[in-house]
């Protein structure tokens, strides 16, 4: 009789350990689903510039022809540009939206002439790119957000 008193509270207790060690489980596995904290708002900026080069300072000057900008899926093109600098202005962005991008091209006129395109995050440069040259010239940058 003793023996079967003693497995019945062995397999009380056997019992006791599955249920509390079940339940820490599911506690630390609800506990890591906080996707919450894993997207963050970032300032960011895109500017495209031109640097004429040359030494005359003649009337005509570079020209940007078409600026393309593309957050997520959204994408905005502008034609003819006036300038030598355009801003996109400063916005938030989800991190969320994975992907930047930022296309130009213009026409330089002298072969020292330069195009540069910037991709600034939080007021940094994240990604840069710079084409020298005459004639119709386009350049393009990427960032993404997510970690590969």
């Avoid at 506690?27 to 970032?42: A, M, R, W, Y």
Wanted: include cysteine; glycine fraction near 6%.
């Amino acid at each position: 009789m003793k023996q079967f008193y003693k497995s019945k509270n062995l397999l009380r207790l056997s019992f006791l350990a599955v249920i509390l060690f079940s339940a820490a489980s599911v506690f630390n596995s609800c506990k890591d689903d906080d996707d919450e904290d894993q997207f963050q708002d970032h300032l960011v900026q895109f500017e495209a510039k031109i640097i004429n080069g040359g030494t005359a300072p003649t009337p005509p000057v570079s020209t940007f022809k078409t600026i393309i900008t593309q957050v997520g899926t959204k994408q905005e093109t502008l034609y003819d540009s006036p300038g030598l600098v355009w801003t996109s202005g400063e916005f938030f962005v989800n991190s969320s939206q994975s992907q930047l991008n930022l296309a130009a091209n213009a026409n330089l006129l002298n072969a020292d002439s330069k195009l540069i395109i910037s991709i600034y995050i939080d007021g940094e440069v994240a990604e840069t790119d710079t084409i020298q040259g005459s004639g119709t010239k386009e350049v393009a940058v990427a960032h993404s957000f997510l970690e590969l």
